[in-house]
């Protein structure tokens, strides 16, 4: 599995919550994260070019994975149905690739890519807290298809 994001990690609690669930994830899943520059600043660009830059640097990190992308339009699932989600993706794919957009969001090409649209929330959250956010759930559902407590 991959996790695709766009900017900088630089809240330090945040950080080691994302060490410490990818250590967590080791005995389930490889997990790996990339991290993309930020397409712009809205204070110097049209929204549209910096969706349109933040798309070609996707569309190039992307190779044969299933992409998965996060946007508070896409569907809201429980615990049990990412798990569920996760494990019927997996065997239809070699690698499920989950992208979180930066401050501006997706272009509607990105979208229009995916195979899945997931919303974590109806509110909406900065990257960091996003992928830490999905993590959590990416090892929550690594316990619930493994047949472990996942409530705690």
Same mark, same amino acid.
């Given at each position: 599995? &991959?996790?695709?994001y766009f900017g900088s990690l630089k809240t330090k609690f945040i950080k080691t919550g994302? #060490? /410490?669930y990818v250590k967590w994830l080791k005995p389930y899943e490889r997990l790996?994260? =990339? !991290? =993309?520059k930020s397409g712009g600043d809205v204070n110097r660009e049209q929204v549209e070019n910096i969706q349109k830059k #933040? /798309? !070609? =640097?996707? *569309? &190039? +990190?992307l190779k044969s994975e299933t992409l998965i992308v996060l946007d508070e339009a896409g569907d809201d699932m429980t615990s049990v149905e990412f %798990? +569920? *989600?996760i494990e019927k993706s997996r065997i239809n794919s070699k690698e499920l =690739? *989950? %992208? @979180?957009?930066?401050?501006?969001g997706f272009h509607t090409d990105v979208k229009k890519k995916a195979v899945k649209? @997931? +919303?974590?929330s109806k509110m909406t959250f900065t990257h960091e807290m996003a992928l830490l956010l999905l993590i959590e759930q990416i090892y929550r559902s690594m316990k619930i298809l493994n047949g472990e407590k996942y409530h705690y």
């Open positions: 599995m &991959k996790i695709v994302i #060490e /410490r790996s994260l =990339l !991290e =993309l #933040e /798309r !070609e =640097l996707l *569309f &190039k +990190s %798990a +569920s *989600f =690739l *989950f %992208a @979180i957009g930066g401050y501006t649209t @997931i +919303s974590l």
